[in-house]
């Protein structure tokens, strides 16, 4: 038996036949010269006002090829008066390299049937040897062919603008996101900015507090002075005075404590500068 690759069956309808100039043919050629596709046969068949048929057949089928499958569409569609031991060999080989590929025999059958009294039709059996390998492959994967076949140019376009349309939303969502996430950047930027804000008048507000307690701890303890000048207070009951302003919490326990700081150690200078005079008048005294 053959060992064929993929089998392919290509049809084509013609609603006239004074067209034909010999294109067809030359074009075929140029792909089995280059190898792409195995012409296994081509029929072509034309059926006249009367319904009869006429056909015209071609393969690059070898001597010993030809005789184990005979010729392969014109036993598959029923054109030669019926079923003969070749037309059953080259069945048998088709369901050999098809492995459920490709049209039934019902298929191809009906496919002679839609050839119109006038009309024509040009059926072409190819083998994809470019295919045999990787079809082998995909047997012994354990897989199998669901559907094949040519798109239409209105197809292609379909899917094109189905493809635009698709990149387009795709775009659309992206550009969503996009101003999302800087709606949300912005967001934040402005919770900094009003947190930073919110910091500094808190620390403004620090400050003038801290200021207002010490102009008014400076008030009060100018007023105490000024009582003590007038001697409207004894000195000695100054220290009495700051401590019910301190109770009263019109001075600052702070600002008094740096104040009684400041002060010892401005006596300690001046304790400082009393014991070196008294050292230096004793220098001074003759022996």
Same mark, same amino acid.
């Given at each position: 038996?053959?060992?064929?690759?993929?089998?392919?069956?290509?049809?084509?309808?013609?609603?006239?036949?004074?067209?034909?100039?010999?294109?067809?043919?030359?074009?075929?050629?140029?792909?089995?010269?280059?190898? *792409?596709?195995?012409?296994?046969?081509?029929?072509? *068949?034309?059926?006249?006002?009367? +319904?009869?048929?006429?056909?015209?057949?071609?393969?690059?089928?070898?001597?010993?090829?030809?005789?184990?499958?005979?010729?392969?569409?014109?036993?598959?569609?029923?054109?030669? +008066?019926?079923?003969?031991?070749?037309?059953?060999?080259?069945?048998?080989?088709?369901?050999?390299?098809?492995?459920?590929?490709?049209?039934?025999?019902?298929?191809?059958?009906?496919?002679?049937?839609?050839?119109? !009294? +006038?009309?024509?039709?040009?059926?072409?059996?190819?083998?994809?040897?470019?295919?045999?390998?990787?079809?082998?492959?995909? &047997?012994?994967?354990?897989?199998?062919?669901?559907?094949?076949?040519? &798109?239409? !140019?209105?197809?292609?376009?379909?899917?094109?603008?189905?493809?635009?349309?698709?990149?387009?939303?795709?775009?659309?969502?992206?550009?969503?996101?996009? *101003?999302?996430?800087?709606?949300? &950047?912005?967001?934040?930027?402005?919770?900094?900015?009003?947190?930073?804000?919110?910091?500094?008048?808190?620390?403004?507000?620090?400050?003038?507090?801290?200021?207002?307690?010490?102009?008014?701890?400076?008030? *009060?303890?100018?007023?105490?002075?000024? &009582?003590?000048?007038?001697?409207?207070?004894?000195?000695?009951?100054?220290?009495?005075?700051?401590?019910?302003?301190?109770?009263?919490?019109?001075?600052?326990?702070?600002?008094?404590?740096?104040?009684?700081?400041?002060?010892?150690?401005?006596?300690?200078?001046?304790?400082?500068?009393?014991?070196?005079?008294?050292?230096?008048?004793?220098?001074?005294?003759?022996?």
């Amino acid at each position: 038996m053959m060992d064929i690759g993929p089998i392919q069956l290509i049809a084509f309808a013609f609603e006239r036949t004074d067209r034909f100039k010999g294109e067809i043919i030359k074009e075929l050629n140029d792909l089995r010269k280059r190898g *792409v596709i195995r012409v296994l046969d081509l029929l072509f *068949v034309m059926k006249d006002e009367q +319904g009869n048929v006429m056909s015209f057949q071609d393969s690059q089928l070898s001597a010993e090829e030809e005789r184990e499958m005979g010729n392969v569409l014109t036993a598959l569609l029923g054109l030669d +008066g019926g079923a003969t031991a070749e037309g059953q060999a080259a069945s048998e080989a088709l369901a050999m390299a098809e492995a459920e590929y490709g049209l039934t025999m019902g298929d191809i059958q009906a496919l002679a049937d839609q050839i119109e !009294p +006038g009309q024509a039709a040009a059926m072409l059996l190819v083998e994809h040897g470019w295919a045999t390998g990787f079809r082998d492959a995909l &047997l012994d994967a354990g897989g199998r062919m669901v559907a094949q076949g040519f &798109l239409t !140019p209105q197809v292609i376009m379909m899917v094109g603008r189905e493809i635009q349309a698709v990149a387009e939303a795709e775009a659309a969502i992206e550009m969503a996101h996009a *101003v999302k996430g800087a709606a949300i &950047l912005d967001a934040l930027a402005t919770m900094v900015e009003a947190e930073a804000v919110k910091e500094a008048a808190i620390e403004e507000a620090v400050e003038t507090v801290v200021a207002a307690e010490l102009v008014k701890t400076a008030a *009060v303890a100018d007023a105490v002075r000024t &009582l003590i000048v007038a001697g409207m207070i004894e000195e000695a009951a100054a220290e009495e005075a700051v401590a019910t302003l301190l109770a009263a919490g019109l001075l600052e326990a702070a600002a008094v404590e740096h104040a009684e700081g400041v002060i010892a150690q401005a006596e300690a200078v001046a304790a400082a500068a009393g014991t070196k005079d008294d050292d230096s008048t004793s220098m001074g005294e003759p022996a």
